[in-house]
């Protein structure tokens, strides 16, 4: 069974640009969550998608959003990059009920220069 | 709010020796508890969860866990540390949320270096 899929692993760019990260679930997870990791901040809950409409959301800028399509792969976006949007950007799919146990990627490190 | 404390930040131990990793958490209701690794560059892994029942867990990696309400608190044990252990270790409280879903709320984490 294939476990959570993120592209790209590692991303570089400048202030002011744009970025899409891709998160692909495990097969028959309807939930996407994502989760930034810092040093200062640690992991602090971005949104949560589950059968393509945003659930929750996390206390984070609107320049933040994502979506997520028919097959629950789910995209994030990040517009007007600031330097303190450089993270490790890890996505994680459930089966999206109470309790479940989320399955984590190996995560997008951003580095905005 | 629901919330968790790793007190300690560094632990190092020697191969063989056990382990105890403390976590404490605030939540309103009956938490779900889990604890998840994390080796440098990488993503999470889960060792394991409590959700109600029996309030010792058994994970992977020879790992378990211990949930006592009265103390707030689940720490993750293990009785013999292998060099391959060391890495970032992160409790985790489940929330449930309005819109039906549910988040994660992270301890700060601790380090674990295992001497060999």
């Known amino acids: 069974k294939a476990g959570v899929t993120q592209t790209p692993r590692y991303l570089i760019k400048t202030r002011g640009q744009q970025v899409t990260l891709s998160c692909s679930p495990i097969?028959?997870?309807?939930?996407v969550s994502w989760y930034q990791q810092t040093p200062g901040q640690g992991l602090q809950f971005l949104f949560e998608y589950f059968s393509e409409t945003q659930r929750n959301k996390g206390n984070f800028p609107g320049r933040f959003s994502g979506r997520q399509f028919s097959n629950s792969r789910s995209e994030m976006n990040v517009s007007t990059l600031e330097l303190g949007d450089s993270a490790l950007y890890l996505c994680a799919s459930s089966l999206g009920l109470a309790g479940s146990e989320a399955f984590f990627g190996q995560g997008t490190r951003l580095t905005v220069v | 709010a629901q919330s968790v404390t790793q007190p300690d930040i560094h632990i190092t131990v020697s191969e063989g020796a056990s382990l105890e990793l403390r976590c404490n958490y605030s939540y309103g209701a009956t938490p779900y508890l889990f604890w998840y690794v994390q080796s440098p560059g990488q993503g999470l892994q889960l060792l394991l969860k409590?959700?109600?029942?029996?309030?010792l867990v058994q994970g992977i990696k020879g790992f378990e866990a211990e949930f006592k309400r009265s103390q707030s608190s689940f720490n993750l044990r293990k009785p013999s540390v292998h060099w391959s252990d060391a890495a970032e270790y992160f409790c985790a409280v489940g929330s449930i949320l309005t819109g039906g879903g549910n988040k994660l709320t992270f301890g700060t984490g601790t380090q674990l270096k295992v001497e060999l």
């Open positions: 409590y959700f109600s029942g029996d309030t």
């Open positions: 097969s028959g997870h309807r939930s």
